[in-house]
């Protein structure tokens, strides 16, 4: 067990400093002197004015910033932050004062004064020097990172690297933390690794409450009698660790089947990622429609097939234009004859083939269909979805999270902040 580092509270500020360049006062060409100018302005409110306009604004800033800011009240727990697939993966758990991955260091994470790391793709530790000279910015204590050993020398050397370019101080404490091994975040509050299956070594983490309970065989005694049991030194309570939030980071859905890993399967709380939707365009052609996107070369053949069945084909105005350079035909739009619905947006999501599960599979993410059939394993009480592709819209992500519920027990809750409705 490692000894953890006090927990203190800190209050970051709500603004980074803007750094504007101080010019010199212009020569006056009046003879009227500095004094006398600037009770001439102070006589005429003027100052007082300015005052008030600033404060106005940076209480207009402050309160537009919590109105944006997006909080998940999920068993007790407020969880914020962002995760998009390929780009930043960072969330956020205020009552751990910890941060899961940091992406590219959203400055709500930099108050947290521990952070997990999954593993070593820039999505997912990019923003780690940002963090930690920020903490330093605004005199927070150094934090403490926890990673995955195989890549403890080479964090150190990333921090090295930028206190060199940059010549200045970077104050963290990195921990390497093996799967199996336990940090004590407070005295009821403890951590433990879970292995994880991605291209890159990895692995993600729990989070346990600490509560001490009365042995069975201590039950029926009375609190003098305890207490004489306790002053005799007799160890009278059990500690009973129970998971409260578990997050995977990037993963196969294998690390479900490794009975090590049943609790976090069983925290209140799963924080886990759901890359591909291709059951939603399975979905579709069940139902006679198939929602399409941009053309590539390896879809004519089946575009044209799905002609030929009748099916509804809804596609964005810009394919078109693409028509022409990947057939060769003379025209640039798609046969008259075929069923097009031309959609009044953009563009259109195309949840293609080329996303299968072994594709999923090979790149180390995890298949939405294949969280539906191991949902027996599934004991949350709620489950957070994170980590899907941008090239997905709110509509996919919120039909894609209705589609798992019905399949769990659990609350089914996507984390949606970095994506847009199809209608914008």
């Not at 394919?319 to 990947?326: A, H, Q, Y």
Request: aromatic share 8%; glycine share 6%; charged share 20%.
């Amino acid at each position: 067990m490692h000894i953890s580092l006090s927990n203190l509270a800190f209050k970051t500020p709500q603004h980074f400093p803007l750094h504007h360049p101080i010019l010199p006062p212009k020569p006056l060409h009046h003879q009227v002197s500095t004094q006398s100018h600037v009770n001439v302005l102070k006589g005429s409110g003027y100052l007082s004015e300015i005052s008030k306009k600033i404060d106005h604004e940076e209480q207009y800033r402050i309160a537009r910033s919590q109105v944006n800011r997006k909080v998940l009240e999920l068993e007790g727990y407020s969880i914020e932050g962002i995760s998009v697939g390929g780009q930043e993966t960072c969330i956020i758990i205020p009552e751990f004062k910890s941060t899961f991955d940091i992406g590219r260091c959203p400055s709500r994470a930099i108050n947290q004064n521990f952070l997990f790391i999954t593993h070593a793709h820039l999505d997912h530790i990019g923003g780690l020097p940002m963090y930690v000279a920020s903490r330093g910015l605004f005199n927070l204590k150094p934090p403490t990172i926890f990673v995955p050993p195989c890549i403890k020398e080479d964090v150190e050397k990333l921090l090295d690297i930028h206190r060199t370019m940059g010549q200045v101080e970077l104050n963290a404490e990195v921990v390497a933390l093996d799967v199996g091994e336990t940090y004590e975040i407070r005295n009821n509050l403890v951590v433990r690794p879970f292995r994880t299956q991605h291209v890159i070594p990895s692995q993600g983490y729990v989070f346990y409450s600490i509560r001490k309970k009365l042995r069975k065989q201590y039950a029926h005694l009375n609190g003098k009698q305890i207490e004489k049991l306790k002053k005799a030194g007799a160890e009278i309570t059990d500690t009973i660790l129970s998971p409260e939030v578990a997050f995977t980071g990037d993963t196969t859905p294998d690390f479900m089947l490794e009975p090590c890993n049943s609790d976090a399967l069983r925290a209140k709380i799963l924080i886990t990622e759901y890359d591909h939707l291709k059951f939603l365009e399975m979905e579709n052609r069940k139902k006679g429609s198939v929602i399409f996107g941009d053309f590539s070369v390896s879809d004519i053949e089946w575009l044209g097939t799905l002609a030929e069945q009748k099916a509804n084909i809804w596609v964005g105005k810009p394919s078109f234009t693409r028509w022409k350079g990947l057939t060769g035909a003379q025209s640039c739009h798609p046969p008259t004859s075929w069923p097009w619905h031309i959609l009044p947006f953009a563009s259109a999501t195309f949840l293609d083939d080329s996303f299968s599960i072994d594709h999923a599979r090979q790149h180390g993410h995890t298949h939405l269909s294949e969280i539906i059939a191991n949902a027996q394993w599934i004991r949350n009480k709620a489950v957070l979805l994170t980590h899907f592709s941008p090239r997905y819209t709110l509509e996919d992500i919120r039909q894609a999270a209705s589609k798992l519920q019905s399949r769990l027990s659990a609350k089914v809750v996507p984390l949606t902040e970095g994506f847009k409705s199809m209608y914008t």
